[in-house]
């Protein structure tokens, strides 16, 4: 019995060690903005998440009792990540896209960031857009 | 089996660390920095609960729900910072 949740902890440990590195490792590999944004958001949640799984099922079988703190730093962390993200993708667009460049939005409405009606370029002076 | 395992957990999180905090020195778009200090974030997450994992003792967790919470904090707050020049109007 021990020795089979050794294996699932070492398991669950290494699989992790790999998402997290494979997440940062993304951070700087990706050419696009946009596309970085995936890399850290999926693969490191993904990677603390299988953390935080093995140190349950650890504390589980070898600390004598089980702890449900884990459960609320991932429930937090599954609940932020999405929202940071967003955030994040929203701040670029509006410093580093044109409005003129986004996909148009649906007929009689207009993207949140930028500026409703007028045919005036909402970020007109943003200072380091990419081409 | 699980120390080894643990020993690799910590080189690669701690790796990531590392090419996190290049990513902060190197990039051109100030919304890079904001995403690679939010991973740094989480990265410091993994890590702490590994030390706790290590050492046998689930004084970390406390540690790593702070982290967790103020990182998302200063996330929205740099983002809130970038679209409208101020953090709370």
């Known amino acids: ?25 993304g951070l700087i590999k ?30 589980l079988v070898f600390g004598g009792a089980p702890s449900f703190h884990e459960l609320m730093i991932t429930l937090f962390l599954f609940l932020t ?35 409703p009606a007028e045919d005036a370029p909402a970020t007109g002076e943003a200072d380091d857009r990419v081409e | 089996m699980i120390a080894y395992a643990l020993y690799f957990a910590f080189g690669c999180f701690g790796f990531a660390l590392l090419l996190n905090l290049w990513q902060v020195a190197r990039a051109e778009l100030i919304a890079d920095r904001v995403l690679a200090l939010d991973t740094i974030v989480i990265n410091v997450i993994a890590l702490l609960i590994l030390y706790g994992v290590a050492r046998g003792t689930a004084v970390y967790f406390e540690a790593s729900m702070l982290f967790a919470m103020v990182g998302f904090v200063s996330t929205v707050a740099f983002c809130k910072f970038m679209l409208r020049g101020d953090v709370i109007e």
């Not at chain 1, 890399?39 to 099922?57: D, F």
């Not at chain 1, 670029?92 to 500026?115: K, T």
């Open chain 1, 1 to 25: 019995m021990e020795t089979a949740a050794e294996i699932v902890i070492a398991l669950l440990l290494v699989v992790s060690g790999v998402f997290g590195l494979v997440g940062s490792y």
């Open chain 1, 30 to 59: 990706l050419s696009d903005p946009m596309m970085r944004l995936h890399a850290p958001t999926k693969a490191t949640t993904l990677g603390v998440g299988g953390v935080l799984i093995a140190s349950m099922l650890y504390f």
């Open chain 1, 81 to 115: 990540a999405p929202v940071s993200a967003h955030f994040v993708a929203k701040a670029f667009l509006h410093r580093n896209i044109r409005r003129e460049e986004v996909v148009p939005a649906r007929h009689g409405s207009v993207w949140a960031g930028y500026s």
